[in-house]
């Protein structure tokens, strides 16, 4: 009998929803991460999935299929696991039932919108990669009265305190009092891009909703609320193959939430 494949210990257990490889990486490190109960000293270790696994000396559950979410963040919630000021995390407030999850990406404290979720590392990793360049556009409320060409150092690209962005989409909407709304999309997510963009050339932000994420709509989700992808869009817009595709059900829109434990 042939001999089982194998794979490297950081891409396994970014498909059992552990953490993208590269916070494996860093767990493996920290000496937290330990197959058939030998703690491991190297990321370059090759594993079947046939072995015991434990983080923390917990054992990891068996991977699920790959399964992504389009989740309404509210303002005022963190998208990091844990918060080091002991503020909200998006993970606290996860209807009960949800495997454990990673967020695709991130909104800052006072961003709101589109944030995805999975509980695949695979599936992660395919969506923040740089190379794949998905386009994600915000709705962005400025304070001011911009004309439209006052957009076109963003459209160039331009530097902020010695910060590089790179060419934005840009488009006046609509006056609405002393605000403006404008559409931004951009192939990139520096932090707090936008805001720094628009406060450069004179116009702050005061609301920016992110709307989507490449193929990835925000749609009619309300604040907090959660919907699982239908599968076979998450498997043609990914390019999953059959062995790894998610459920093709699409699951019912879950507003219930809860307060506790983190689930990042």
Known sequence: MADKPTERIAKHLARRGVASRREVERMIEAGRISVDGKVLDTPATLVT?????????????AADR?????????????????????????????????????????????????????????????????????????RVRIH????????????????VDGQKYQPMEVTLDRQQGRNAWATVGLREGKNREIRKAMESIGYPVNRLIRVSYGPFRLGEL?????????????RDQ???????????????????????????
């Open 49 to 61: 999935g046939d072995e015991v696994f434990k983080v923390d000396g917990v054992e990891v559950a």
């Open 66 to 138: 790959p399964r992504l979410w389009r989740y309404y963040k509210p303002t005022g919630l963190v998208t990091s696991a844990k918060d080091e000021k002991g503020r909200e995390t998006v993970f606290d407030n996860l209807p009960e039932g949800l495997p454990r999850v990673m967020s695709v990406g991130r909104l800052d404290l006072t961003s709101e919108g589109l944030l995805l979720l999975t509980n695949d590392g695979e599936i992660k990793r395919r969506l923040e990669l740089p190379s794949t360049g998905w386009l994600r556009k915000y």
């Open 144 to 159: 001011g009265t911009p004309k439209d060409e006052d957009f076109q150092p963003l459209r160039d690209g331009l530097t």
């Open 222 to 234: 309300k604040p907090g609320e959660l919907e699982e992808v239908r599968g076979k869009v998450v």
């Open 238 to 264: 990914l390019g999953l193959d059959n062995e790894d595709s998610p459920n093709k059900s699409a699951k019912k829109r879950v507003t219930r939430r809860r307060t506790g434990k983190s689930r990042g």
